[in-house]
T-cell receptor, first 114, second 112 residues
Framework: EAEVAQSPRYKITEKSQAVAFWCDPISGHATLYWYRQILGQGPELLVQFQDESVVDDSQLPKDRFSAERLKGVDSTLKIQPAELGDSAMYLC????????????FGPGTRLTVT | GDSVTQMEGPVTLSEEAFLTINCTYTATGYPSLFWYVQYPGEGLQLLLKATKADDKGSNKGFEATYRKETTSFHLEKGSVQVSDSAVYFCALATGGGNKLTFGTGTQLKVEL
């Protein structure tokens, strides 16, 4: 069964450093999402791509976060500089264009900022 | 804006007990409703869904009915197993896009 791949699974970084996460979607899934999940809470959408275009980044802290999906396939989420409050699980999910709300999630990247 | 409210956990049950996890929502328009499950160390997985009022979603012995009059989508299972121990998230999607709004999650622990 096809899966969403994410790397790294765990990342520890010092505050003010740069960090990047990578996501490889299920083949053919046009829509890609990055979520942030703080411990004990539900995932919150950071950015949504349709193919290579951003369709929703209203909750992305653009002063320090950036995301790209070159060629509409895999995607990178970057934080620069990292802050202590960025410690969380970062989840990537993908979906087919026609399946409302049905998303396939990767295992996530657990970020700890020290 | 759209929101989802779930009962707080953890919920601790003995094996073969009956499970109910409450979920209510606030949304504009006509949302689709979902339950996702997150097993330890894994990503979220879609458990079941319902797209219109009075629909019942079901999977793996779990079921939930879309109740528009009470704006609810409670998750139930007649007999839980230890392997059902996980965090359960209620979610909704509105509009033409696929954006999901999640509740805070309810942790379920099933003991022998």
């Amino acid at each position: 069964e096809a899966e969403v791949a994410q790397s790294p699974r765990y990342k520890i970084t010092e505050k003010s450093q740069a960090v990047a996460f990578w996501c490889d979607p299920i083949s053919g899934h046009a829509t890609l999402y990055w979520y942030r999940q703080i411990l004990g809470q539900g995932p919150e959408l950071l950015v949504q791509f349709q193919d290579e275009s951003v369709v929703d980044d209203s909750q992305l802290p653009k002063d320090r976060f950036s995301a790209e999906r070159l060629k509409g396939v895999d995607s990178t989420l970057k934080i620069q500089p990292a802050e202590l409050g960025d410690s969380a699980m970062y989840l990537c999910a993908t979906s087919m264009r026609s399946r409302r709300g049905e998303q396939y999630f990767g295992p996530g990247t657990r970020l700890t900022v020290t | 804006g759209d929101s989802v409210t779930q009962m707080e956990g953890p919920v601790t049950l003995s094996e073969e007990a009956f499970l109910t996890i409450n979920c209510t929502y606030t949304a504009t328009g006509y949302p689709s409703l979902f339950w996702y499950v997150q097993y330890p160390g894994e990503g979220l997985q879609l458990l079941l869904k319902a797209t219109k009022a009075d629909d019942k979603g079901s999977n793996k012995g779990f079921e939930a009915t879309y109740r528009k009059e009470t704006t609810s989508f409670h998750l139930e299972k007649g007999s839980v197993q230890v392997s059902d121990s996980a965090v359960y998230f209620c979610a909704l999607a509105t509009g033409g896009g696929n954006k999901l709004t999640f509740g805070t999650g309810t942790q379920l622990k099933v003991e022998l």
